[in-house]
């Protein structure tokens, strides 16, 4: 099935799922002038259009990595996802779900199916504790996360963010990594919104093939349905 077919037949699933079950639905593309996870950068300029529909405390979702230039340590991804937020209290709510990786010109583990926990607290910063583990590839992934919002007039705001994490292959040393951004979002009407900003990360890891300081930038445009 060819991407473009693929996208098209998503966003009319999502479209009628708007309609006709009363799903809130909203639709991005991004651009981000290097492709870094986890505090690792994989590739250069790469696109993300994101599909994602949620329901009371249900959600889910399918966003695709698609690399301008394609190497054979990354040449494109699918993430197919899951979850539903349990709210304990005023001040802390809790994510479960899990995540389904699709690389489809990997020969090795091409398929692989990760959960996840995230603990989110409603204070100062707004602080995440995320913890990920893929059971495919047994690789543990953890992150503490705070984010700031500064409305600077009644369309433009700047958020600020920044998380650090740990990865931990199997039967490998765990790594460390820093990462911070700040984007300038445009609100453009009550449904859509443009952001566009600076991001700056490092790991602990010299054996990876995006160690070190990376500095990039990426936009978004946002649509709710």
Not at 130 to 138: A, E, N, S
Not at 148 to 170: I, K, M, S
Not at 205 to 223: P, S
């Amino acid at each position: 099935m060819k991407t473009a077919f693929r996208l098209n037949f998503l966003a009319l699933i999502l479209v009628l799922a708007s309609t006709c079950f009363a799903v809130d639905v909203s639709t991005k593309v991004a651009f981000e002038s290097a492709y870094v996870s986890y505090g690792t950068k994989f590739a250069e300029e790469t696109w993300t259009p994101k599909l994602d529909i949620s329901q009371g405390d249900y959600y889910a979702g399918v966003w695709y990595y698609l690399p301008a230039q394609r190497q054979k340590s990354f040449e494109g991804e699918w993430d197919f996802f899951a979850g539903r937020t349990i709210k304990a209290n005023k001040l802390l709510s809790f994510d479960l779900g899990a995540t389904v990786y699709r690389y489809p010109r990997t020969d090795v583990n091409n398929t692989t199916l990760e959960g996840f926990l995230q603990v989110n607290f409603d204070t100062t910063l707004s602080p995440k504790l995320k913890l990920f583990y893929d059971v495919t590839i047994k690789n543990w992934i953890g992150e503490a996360v705070v984010a700031h919002t500064l409305t600077l007039n009644q369309t433009t705001a700047l958020e600020l963010g920044g998380y650090v994490g740990f990865r931990r292959p199997d039967s490998q040393k765990e790594w460390y990594y820093a990462t911070a951004k700040a984007d300038l979002v445009f609100t453009l009407s009550p449904k859509a919104k443009l952001s566009i900003g600076l991001r700056s990360t490092n790991n602990t890891d010299k054996a990876a093939v995006g160690h070190g300081l990376v500095n990039w930038f990426g936009t978004t445009l946002g649509y709710s349905w």
